[in-house]
Structures are given as C-alpha cells and as structure tokens.
C-alpha cells in the first residue's frame, strides 16, 4: 500500500525523477523531497494560494495536485521565478513594500508571474481577480495590488 | 491522507473495472477529492485517476444539435471558450466563479456535477439549459437529463463502475436570452448562498436552474408571460426548501431567491436580442 511510485517531472527546467507514495501532494513532494522549501503550506485545502506553482504554464494549488498526476507535466516554482536574479515584478514587490511578513507572497509572485504571462498588461481589476486566490492575513492587499501594476509592461516602459 | 493504490489508465473499459471494486474513487481534476481524502472523509484503496483516459474528451464540440463537453474540461476552459460564451453565457459565467483561478485551472465541470453539492455554481446553468449526462459503463452508455442526475447531497445516480463522460448542451433553435446570478458573502472565493441561472427562449419558455436552495440544485419551468406576476414567480420557487446553515438563513434564501430570479429574468429577455 505505502509502495512509492517513480515520477518524471520537469522542475524549474531540470527533469527530475523523484520517488513518492501515491498520497503524497505535489507540495509535500516540493517541500519533503526536494528541498523546494519556497512553496509554503498554509491551509493545505486549496483556500489559501501560498503554494501555488505553474503546472503546465497554468497556477494551481499544489496542495491539490498528488505529485502522481505531475508525471510528464512540466511545473515551476518560486525558485524556477528568476533563475538569474530577481525578476522585474520581484524588485516591484520590494519597491512597493508589498511585503510585510512574507508568507503569502511566494504565492503571489507565482500567481502574478502566471497572470503577466498570459496578460502583460492586467488592469487593476484583472489583478484583483487574478490574486482572490490568494491570501495575505497581514492584509497588505493594495501594496500587492500596486506591485503587480508596477512590473506590467506598460508601466516598465514609463519608468 | 491514508495510503491508497493509484491507476491512471488509459482506456474506459479498464478505467470503470477499476472503479467496480467497492474502494474506489475516481479523480478527475481533484479539488473536492484532496480536500476530502485529507480530511479523512474518504478512505479510499484505490484511487482512479480518469485525466489519461482517451475516451473521456478535453475538448468543447459542436454536434448536429448539440454541443459536447467532454468530462475532462476545466473551468477556465468553459471561461475561456467561444462556442460557450456564445451560445451558453450563464454556464460561462458561472463556471467563472467557481474557487479561484488556481481551482478554475483544475476544477472540472464534471466532477463539480459529480461531487453534487446542492450549491455547485454549473450545476445551475447547465439545468436551465436541458443539459443530459452521458455515462458509461466501460460497455454501454446512457444519458441522463441533469434533474434526474441528482439524488440528495453529495449523491447522484451514478453506479459503482461508471463514469461521466461528457454533458451535452442542446443547441438553442431559435433567438434564447439567458442569465447567471450569485449571492455570496464575499466578492472573492466563496461558496454560493443562492445561484440560480435563467434560460428564455423566442417561444416564451423560461426555464430555471436554482442552487443552495434544496437538497439537489433544482430545476424549474414556467412562462415568460406567467413569471410576470408575484404569483406566478412565486409557483415557480415553490420548489425550494432552503435551510439554514452557516452561509445565510432560510428566510434570507427565501428572499434573496425572488429577487435575483426576477433580475436573471430580466436579464435572459434583454439577452433575447
């Protein structure tokens, strides 16, 4: 029953092959295996968005994905954000000061990093919407918000 | 979680094998599924994963007269699809709400139907729109009209060994108008107080899908000229039997109900074009 199962899964661009029982989540396989400690657990049910990665250029909750179903996908996390460096909407969050004690924003800056992919230049609302996934008990919303709307391309090319 | 076996097969007929043994679950995008088998709800043996299964469709089609989900379609696919917007924009919206987008990028419209909340957002609009379940067995298959899908919290007429394979939309004849509507406690990730969504079309026919307001999400049917009055509006909610419950209240439901089937009402006539 407890037999672990041999799963190929591409890491922050590195194929990995990690080994893991079926009721093993993505996260503890992050977390526990990998040492990928950036990924946070919070409320570990898909409420809070603290351990959200890229799976397959989509964000997800990787307290709801069984690190099983991530064989062949290809999933990028905090770490894989800015391989070389922080990225622009990196510094954005310390320019804003959108960070107060920091538990939510690996999320977030995984959430927002998916957003600006997709959508380089997200209105207010779009970011809102894209973020209600995601929560931050220090309540540091609009500074998050303002982070985001900062590292847009737009703004990038005004500053 | 407790220790469980995993499949992801590839074809039904192993699939629904797999799902005949009597602990089994099936796992589809996982959203409701982690969250239970976390808790403890659901002790599985095994778990069947349906994501690798080539006869269970990821693609929206259009048919001759109707228009095919397959059961692996997320929700920010629905969102995201023409032929929805288009033709069914209250499932759309709907399927817009559902958790968050990291949900919304798992989260699929088959497992919100069978997983059978009486609040599942889709479940109302795919009511308003006659939708039918298509599910095998590995051998046969059958179609079920949504309402009869149903059969208290939680529980539907699926039997041990089958699986849903796709929810067919029948294509609106004539001009149709239909709308969504959500009372939620909070503009973000929520469950549902009340949903209802509406579907009218050039005939006079107003059909209801409505949420959190009974044991099953429900449907109801009237006329456009009949849901004119209190009356006639009030014949038609009669059907639900709200309880209270940590979301809102009974009577709150009740009244939340009237005026948001009114307004989606409205909405479904003006959409009528």
């Given at each position: 029953m407890s037999q672990e199962s041999i799963i190929d899964v591409t890491i922050n661009h590195a194929r990995r092959t990690v080994s893991a029982p079926p009721s093993m989540t993505l996260l503890e396989m992050l977390r526990s295996?990998?040492?990928?400690?950036?990924t946070k657990e919070c409320?570990?049910?898909?409420?809070?968005?603290?351990?959200t990665v890229i799976m397959d250029g989509d964000p997800v909750n990787?307290?709801?994905?069984?690190?099983?179903?991530?064989?062949?996908s290809v999933v990028t996390t905090i770490e894989g954000v800015?391989?070389?460096?922080?990225t622009y909407l990196q510094e954005s969050f310390l320019d804003a000061g959108a960070v107060q004690c920091g538990f939510c924003i690996p999320g977030m800056v995984v959430a927002a990093t998916a957003l600006l992919e997709r959508t380089p230049e997200p209105s207010a609302n779009e970011v809102r919407d894209a973020l209600s996934g995601n929560l931050c008990r220090c309540g540091g919303y609009d500074r998050i918000c303002d982070a985001v709307l900062r590292a847009t391309s737009g703004a990038r090319h005004d500053a | 979680m407790s220790p469980f076996r995993y499949f992801a097969p590839r074809d039904l007929v192993e699939a629904c094998e797999l799902l005949g043994g009597e602990d089994a679950v099936p796992l589809a995008g996982g959203t409701d599924l982690l969250v239970a088998l976390r808790h403890r709800e659901v002790r599985p043996g095994r778990v069947v994963d349906?994501?690798?299964?080539?006869?269970?469709?990821?693609q929206i089609s259009i048919e001759e007269r109707h228009v095919s989900i397959g059961a692996r379609v997320v929700m920010s696919r629905l969102v995201a699809s023409e032929i929805v917007r288009d033709d069914f924009p209250a499932l759309a919206s709907a399927a817009s709400v559902v958790g968050s987008v990291q949900i919304r990028n798992r989260a699929t419209l088959a497992g919100n139907l069978c997983n059978a909340s009486p609040a599942a957002d889709t479940a109302t609009p795919l009511l308003a729109y006659s939708a039918r379940v298509i599910i095998s067995d590995g051998a046969e298959e059958r179609g079920v009209p949504l309402e009869e899908f149903f059969t208290g919290p939680g529980s539907t007429v699926l039997r041990r060994g089958e699986v849903v394979t796709s929810v067919e939309l029948p294509l609106p004849e004539g001009r149709s108008g239909s709308a969504f509507a959500r009372v939620t406690r909070r503009r973000g990730v929520d469950l549902a107080s009340v949903n209802l969504a509406c579907f009218v079309d050039d005939s006079g026919r107003a059909r209801f899908g409505l949420g959190a307001v009974g044991p099953t999400p429900l449907a109801a049917e009237s006329t456009v000229d009949q849901l004119t009055t209190d009356d006639g509006m009030q014949r038609l909610l009669d059907v639900a039997s709200p309880i209270s419950d940590v979301r809102a209240g009974a009577d709150y439901r009740r009244a939340m109900l009237r005026i948001h089937a009114r307004r989606a009402l409205q909405a479904a006539i003006e959409g009528l074009g």
């Amino acid at each position: 029953m407890s037999q672990e199962s041999i799963i190929d899964v591409t890491i922050n661009h590195a194929r990995r092959t990690v080994s893991a029982p079926p009721s093993m989540t993505l996260l503890e396989m992050l977390r526990s295996r990998l040492g990928l400690t950036g990924t946070k657990e919070c409320c570990a049910e898909g409420e809070c968005g603290a351990c959200t990665v890229i799976m397959d250029g989509d964000p997800v909750n990787s307290c709801l994905v069984l690190a099983v179903e991530t064989e062949g996908s290809v999933v990028t996390t905090i770490e894989g954000v800015g391989n070389n460096g922080m990225t622009y909407l990196q510094e954005s969050f310390l320019d804003a000061g959108a960070v107060q004690c920091g538990f939510c924003i690996p999320g977030m800056v995984v959430a927002a990093t998916a957003l600006l992919e997709r959508t380089p230049e997200p209105s207010a609302n779009e970011v809102r919407d894209a973020l209600s996934g995601n929560l931050c008990r220090c309540g540091g919303y609009d500074r998050i918000c303002d982070a985001v709307l900062r590292a847009t391309s737009g703004a990038r090319h005004d500053a | 979680m407790s220790p469980f076996r995993y499949f992801a097969p590839r074809d039904l007929v192993e699939a629904c094998e797999l799902l005949g043994g009597e602990d089994a679950v099936p796992l589809a995008g996982g959203t409701d599924l982690l969250v239970a088998l976390r808790h403890r709800e659901v002790r599985p043996g095994r778990v069947v994963d349906l994501k690798q299964v080539t006869e269970i469709g990821d693609q929206i089609s259009i048919e001759e007269r109707h228009v095919s989900i397959g059961a692996r379609v997320v929700m920010s696919r629905l969102v995201a699809s023409e032929i929805v917007r288009d033709d069914f924009p209250a499932l759309a919206s709907a399927a817009s709400v559902v958790g968050s987008v990291q949900i919304r990028n798992r989260a699929t419209l088959a497992g919100n139907l069978c997983n059978a909340s009486p609040a599942a957002d889709t479940a109302t609009p795919l009511l308003a729109y006659s939708a039918r379940v298509i599910i095998s067995d590995g051998a046969e298959e059958r179609g079920v009209p949504l309402e009869e899908f149903f059969t208290g919290p939680g529980s539907t007429v699926l039997r041990r060994g089958e699986v849903v394979t796709s929810v067919e939309l029948p294509l609106p004849e004539g001009r149709s108008g239909s709308a969504f509507a959500r009372v939620t406690r909070r503009r973000g990730v929520d469950l549902a107080s009340v949903n209802l969504a509406c579907f009218v079309d050039d005939s006079g026919r107003a059909r209801f899908g409505l949420g959190a307001v009974g044991p099953t999400p429900l449907a109801a049917e009237s006329t456009v000229d009949q849901l004119t009055t209190d009356d006639g509006m009030q014949r038609l909610l009669d059907v639900a039997s709200p309880i209270s419950d940590v979301r809102a209240g009974a009577d709150y439901r009740r009244a939340m109900l009237r005026i948001h089937a009114r307004r989606a009402l409205q909405a479904a006539i003006e959409g009528l074009g």
